[in-house]
């Protein structure tokens, strides 16, 4: 999926401030060896980084357009690589802590995915994932329910992008039937406040849009966005528009 770091860095605070959330989470120990699963731009895995005495970090992306941005942050404890974050499972290497912000959303069946995400800690790593809870946010829901009007469910032949996002509950039991010592698993809304509807189709085309997008035609993407506002608006009749997204946090120590 082409990524685009110009639209997805619009909101940098607000995308920034569940990061923040996330790194108050970390057990800060001298010479942790960290991952950081769907590290985006990297900007924040340099913070990660900044954050940790003597460690080595690495983060993971498989997403060029992402990662081209790197090496602008990349300081000598500090390493990127190109590669999807399920090919990257299939290496034998363990971590101390494996981190991944506003990335795991993305990757399918989280019953099997997170046990082999845990699988790569050492005895007292420490586990720390957020993402936004799908599910539950109108934007998404939205977009899935757009996707079957036909004219483009013509187009998608069936296609839909599925949440993989669980419950919250779910990810408490996958944490405690993988050994977890301790956990924190809970859900936070970030407040967002918008000018517009305008405003919030900025917002999602910087991620939810993307994979709706780039399988239409292009005589049929004005449309299709035109159609998602007027959906939007329905939902958003104020302005400013104020939307609770919400976004779960977990960290937990095996
Ligand atoms: C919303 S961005 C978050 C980036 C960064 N963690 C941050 O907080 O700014 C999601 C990132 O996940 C990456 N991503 C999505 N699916 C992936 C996969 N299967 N393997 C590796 N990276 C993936 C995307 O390329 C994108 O950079």
């Not at 619009?10 to 569940?18: D, V, Y």
């Not at 109108?138 to 419950?167: C, D, F, K, M």
Request: hydrophobic share 40%; with cysteine; glycine share 4%.
């Amino acid at each position: 999926m082409a990524w685009n770091p110009e639209v997805y860095n619009q909101f940098k605070s607000e995308r920034a401030a569940p990061f923040y959330d996330l790194l108050a989470l970390l057990k800060i120990r001298p010479g942790l060896e960290v991952i950081d699963l769907g590290c985006g731009t990297g900007e924040l895995t340099a913070k990660l980084a900044d954050k940790l005495p003597n460690a080595s970090v690495l983060g993971v992306d498989s997403s060029a357009e992402m990662l081209d941005r790197s090496s602008q942050t990349g300081g000598s404890t500090l390493r990127f690589e190109c590669i999807p974050i399920e090919e990257h499972l299939r290496k034998p290497q363990q971590w101390d802590v494996v981190f991944s912000n506003a990335a795991l959303q993305w990757v399918p069946d989280h019953e099997t995915l997170f046990p082999q995400i845990i699988s790569h800690l050492r005895p007292g790593g420490q586990l720390l994932v957020q993402m936004p809870d799908q599910p539950h946010n109108i934007t998404n829901r939205l977009l899935a329910e757009l996707a079957e009007q036909p004219r483009y469910a013509e187009v998608y032949q069936g296609w839909n992008r599925a949440s993989h996002v669980l419950n919250l509950d779910r990810y408490a039991e996958i944490l405690f039937e993988c050994g977890s010592k301790s956990m924190q698993v809970f859900e936070k809304v970030y407040p967002l406040v918008l000018k517009d509807v305008d405003a919030l189709v900025t917002w999602v085309s910087g991620t939810a849009l993307l994979p709706y997008l780039e399988r239409l035609p292009e005589s049929l993407k004005d449309l299709f966005l035109e159609d998602y506002k007027a959906l939007l608006s329905k939902h958003f009749s104020k302005t400013p528009v104020f939307y609770a997204f919400k976004r779960i946090l977990m960290e937990a120590t095996f």
